[in-house]
């Protein structure tokens, strides 16, 4: 294949210098710790629960998008209503806004005094300062993955195929379960898997929502940050690998699910 | 299974897709549905499945009132142009698909699902590719695999959205002579849309010529190709030429000829248009009702003769086409003389806002053998 050596070569060393080497330093300093080292860090329990609602609150928050991103794309291509370009542009938003703004607006709208908060305060619903406001916020940054990776998608699944399945005697529900999700299952996942890694990732508008109680709405990336400025490099280290490692273990099963369905046809 | 269409009609925002549309399809006939892009071909036969709702008029399945019918309640088996496989499935779980989406209590068990897809893909020729997803298969194999998809939920009628439109000239043609084959036999009710009308005379038992969104003429291929009844249909069968002519107490007499043909009875005076097919033409020597011109271009295609012929009266030219079996045959060249005279031909009257013509050139009339005249 003419070109292969030069693009692979430009390739890895592109890949290398942006993502490759920092993350390699970022295990080799917390390998300073030793495995023992590494593993008192991890099994502390503050740290556990952070790394359990970062992974939780993302997964949560990407399987929510998954539903209703799902429907709003669908939405968005099958349907014409006023409105629709000033709503396609809102989706993008989370895209654009700076976290952190995301994050104040969250919090003064869903805090018990809020808006929306009030109101939920007295059905007994607590969003903010909870772990519930954690996967709120991850929920809204992540919504533009799953709409965007969709729609094309959506846009290219014939209609006749649907109208072929409904000749056959296949019913609206079957049609849905058997036809179209199948076909846009690849890219859903694609999608919710960016959802799913920017959550974790997630730091700005989360720590706002969150209220940040150690042990109950805290979340990995902050106690990085807390790390850092207890200047214990180590132990925030230790804390950023275990995020990577399980990070990248998660993404790559993914792709591979992926790679799988591709050779099965479609 | 015998199907009546009466005064349907289907209107997209301002525009009629069909206005009124009567219809009687006999069990077992292979009808083809042709007409130009817009002439609402698409939408009867979608109107038939269901798939488009219509505005009003009524649909029977036999003695089924099948308007109160469900896409899915109809039972119709519909192939689409583009194929519609479903490419996450297998060539068997597509066509088994109609037959695995009955309810429960309908459903046959798993290995009899197995052994009619299995007949059915030997009855499309497709054996031992059940295993193949769609898209490795080439196009006129994934026609076949719509085909049998559709012949497996065992159709009412077999309807088919210009089924080898998407495909290949060499692979339509076989395609063509095989779903005439299949439709010998099994029999099943068969609509097809096309808009090409060697496909529909090659397949068709019976063709309906649409055009903006009514029925233009129905016939069998003989009657509509003979006897088009209208210029819509004459032009949308061929490439026909059309003389100025003018009917006469004699007869009819085309523009610039000495004598008259015959003239179909009742036809009033006056000018006409006369239709006449490239084939339709024979060159003569002398003959009072011929009409010279003079050879413009002159091409053989094997065993025919392409001319085109600048008409002395009018200079219009016409293209004819005359048999060329011998190669001792006399060639024309261009500007030869020549003089033509049309063997079959329809009239008809104002069939169009007339183009500007030419004033005709009045000769003195002679008596003419009679010619076969079609139509009005």
């Known amino acids: 294949m003419p070109g292969f050596s030069l693009t692979l070569g430009f390739s890895l060393t592109y890949l290398s210098l942006l993502v490759l080497i920092p993350l390699a330093g970022l295990l080799l300093r917390s390998a300073g710790l030793g495995l023992t080292g590494f593993w008192h860090v991890l099994s502390a329990p503050r740290v556990l629960a952070a790394l359990r609602l970062s992974f939780g609150g993302a997964l949560a928050a990407a399987a929510i998008n998954a539903v209703f991103g799902s429907l709003v794309a669908w939405s968005f291509v099958r349907y014409r209503f006023p409105g629709k370009q000033l709503l396609q542009a809102m989706v993008d938003l989370p895209f654009a806004l700076p976290t952190a703004v995301a ?61 072929a399945a409904a000749t056959l005697g296949a019913t609206r529900w079957r049609t849905v379960t058997r036809i179209i999700l199948p076909a846009i299952l690849p890219a859903l996942l694609t999608g919710v898997a960016l959802a799913f890694a920017r959550g974790v990732g997630e730091y700005g508008s989360v720590i706002f929502i969150a209220g940040n109680i150690p042990n109950v709405s805290e979340i990995a990336p902050l106690l990085i940050m807390i790390r850092l400025e207890e200047f214990d490099y180590a132990g925030a280290t230790a804390v950023a690998s275990a995020m990577l490692i399980i990070s990248f273990t998660l993404l790559l099963a993914i792709n591979l699910l992926q790679a799988w369905r591709r050779r099965r046809g479609t | ?180 084959q299949l439709h010998r036999d099994t029999g099943y009710t068969t609509v097809f849309v096309t808009h090409d009308q060697e496909e529909a005379l090659e397949l068709a038992d019976r063709i309906v010529v649409m055009n903006r969104g009514s029925i233009e003429q129905v016939g069998s291929t003989d009657q509509v190709y003979d006897a088009p009844r209208s210029p819509f249909v004459f032009d949308f069968l061929g490439s026909p030429n059309v003389l100025p002519g003018e009917v006469r107490d004699d007869g009819v007499y085309l523009l610039g000829a000495a004598a008259p043909f015959e003239a179909p009875n009742g036809l009033a005076p006056g000018p006409v248009d006369v239709y006449a097919r490239p084939s339709d033409f024979r060159v003569v020597e002398d003959d009072p009702a011929a009409i010279a011109g003079r050879v413009l271009e002159a091409q053989r295609t094997g065993t025919l003769v392409r001319l085109t012929v600048l008409l002395a009266a009018n200079g219009q030219s016409v293209e004819i086409e005359i048999p060329h079996p011998d190669p001792e ?48």
Do not use: C
């Open chain 2, 329 to 376: 045959m006399r060639v024309w060249l261009p500007s030869d003389r020549i003089r033509l005279r049309p063997a079959h031909f329809s009239l008809y009257r104002e069939s169009r806002p007339a183009p500007a013509r030419i004033v005709e050139d009045r000769s003195a009339a002679h008596s003419a053998p009679g010619s076969r005249v079609r139509g009005q």
């Open chain 2, 1 to 180: 299974m015998q199907i009546t269409i009466r005064g349907v009609t289907k209107q997209f925002g301002n525009f009629a897709a069909l206005r009124g549309i009567d219809l009687n399809i006999a069990s077992g006939e292979l009808l083809a549905l042709l007409g130009p892009s817009g002439s609402g071909k698409t939408t009867l036969l979608r109107a038939i499945a269901g798939l488009e709702p219509i505005d009003g008029g009524s649909i029977r399945f036999g003695d089924t009132d099948a308007t109160r019918l469900s896409v899915q309640e109809r039972r119709v088996g519909f192939v689409f142009q583009h194929y519609a496989l479903f490419r996450h499935m297998t060539v068997l779980d597509n066509i088994s698909f109609g037959l695995r989406m009955r309810p429960r209590a309908q459903r046959p068990a798993a290995a009899e699902i197995r052994r009619r897809s299995l007949e059915l893909l030997n009855l499309v020729q497709l054996n031992g590719l059940e295993g193949r997803y769609p898209n490795q298969l080439s196009g006129g194999q994934r026609q076949r695999v719509a085909l049998a998809r559709a012949l497996a939920i065992e159709p009412r009628v077999l309807l088919l959205d210009e089924p080898f439109g998407a495909l290949d000239a060499k692979v339509r043609k076989d395609l063509r002579r095989w779903l005439r």
């Open chain 1, 103 to 163: 994050g104040i607006a969250l919090t003064a709208i869903y805090a018990p005094n809020g808006w929306l908060g009030a109101p939920l305060a007295k059905l007994g619903i607590q969003l903010a300062y909870h772990p519930a406001g954690v996967v709120l916020a991850m929920t809204f940054i992540g919504l533009p993955f799953v709409v965007r990776t969709l729609e094309p998608v959506l846009e290219e699944a014939e209609k006749q195929l649907e109208e």
